[in-house]
């Protein structure tokens, strides 16, 4: 048996074990390898996203579709909805109190609650916790449907793929995600009255009357745009990410994986952006 090969140690001896195998000439093609898959990914999410947009008001109208998405994304998602908020509701006005209770500014934790959750918790944490739960199914589906030919055998009769198991669940999402953030928002506000009223024991009329004072409709329209950002952004992400599968069943873990972080990412970078654009400075 030949001996293995002894490793330079120390730094200088790999610095220039490296330099005498000129490894550093790879690098450069490296950079270039990994700019190609960048620039062949973008082509794809935006060929993708036009065709999308382009067949979802073109006929055939195949309305089960639309209403079957609606209800997978909305109304099974409705108990991680409700659970969310109550839990939100109660520690955000828990947590509130007993800091605002330092400076005799307690009566402020109602209105304060509201404006959170109407314009920042309310789309953003709705958006997370059904990017969780839809995406990656979306991926999933899909991405089975890719592995498994079935989508091929959809295009070899002429159905329009895209058409047909993507503008449906863009389309549900952006249109049902606002419901689920305005549910999610009551619920939250009904845990907030519940402990800071019934538990800590504060006014109820200054509770109400706070929340008047400091929400107003634009706030509310602001998360409500930004929840269909993040509608049309996470089930988008899970169709992509399915429909481009390659590689089994491990192919189809790796998208669904893929589908719920990429999601998350990009509506906490989206929900900076639009919150900026949509912030009145004074």
């Given at each position: 048996m030949?001996?293995?090969?002894v ?7 790999r ?5 005498l ?7 450069p ?8 898959i960048?620039t ?8 993708l996203?036009i ?5 979802m008001?073109?006929?055939p ?8 998405q ?12 409700l ?10 006005t828990?947590?509130l ?9 307690e009566?402020?934790?109602?209105g304060?609650v509201a404006l ?16 969780g739960r ?12 890719r592995?498994?030919?079935q ?22 999402g ?18 907030s009255?519940?402990v ?7 006014d109820a009329g ?8 400091l929400v107003?409709m634009?706030d ?11 509608g ?22 790796l ?28």
């Amino acid at each position: 048996m030949s001996p293995e090969p002894v490793k330079p140690r120390g730094f200088i001896a790999r610095f220039f074990s490296y330099l005498l195998h000129r490894e550093y000439l790879q690098f450069p093609e490296r950079v270039g390898a990994k700019g190609l898959i960048w620039t062949q990914a973008l082509g794809r999410i935006g060929l993708l996203l036009i065709e999308s947009l382009r067949v979802m008001f073109l006929p055939p109208f195949r309305w089960r579709l639309y209403t079957k998405q609606l209800e997978f994304i909305g109304n099974r998602s409705l108990t991680v909805i409700l659970l969310t908020g109550f839990a939100v509701g109660a520690i955000l006005t828990l947590q509130l109190t007993a800091t605002l209770t330092q400076f005799s500014s307690e009566n402020m934790v109602g209105g304060i609650v509201a404006l959170v959750m109407a314009k920042e918790l309310g789309p953003l944490l709705g958006g997370l916790m059904i990017n969780g739960r839809v995406a990656s199914a979306i991926a999933a589906e899909i991405g089975a449907m890719r592995v498994s030919e079935q989508i091929d055998a959809l295009e070899a009769m002429s159905v329009d793929s895209v058409q047909y198991l993507i503008s449906p669940r863009l389309f549900a999402g952006a249109l049902i995600l606002p419901f689920m953030t305005l549910i999610l928002n009551m619920v939250a506000m009904l845990a907030s009255y519940m402990v800071a009223v019934h538990l800590l024991g504060l006014d109820a009329g200054m509770f109400f009357s706070k929340i008047s004072d400091l929400v107003q409709m634009e706030d509310l329209f602001e998360g409500l745009a930004k929840s269909v950002a993040f509608g049309f952004i996470l089930t988008f992400v899970g169709c992509y990410k399915g429909f481009f599968t390659r590689g089994g069943a491990q192919g189809v873990g790796l998208a669904t994986t893929q589908a719920v972080v990429v999601g998350s990412v990009l509506i906490m970078l989206s929900d900076y952006f639009i919150g900026s654009f949509m912030l009145d400075w004074p």
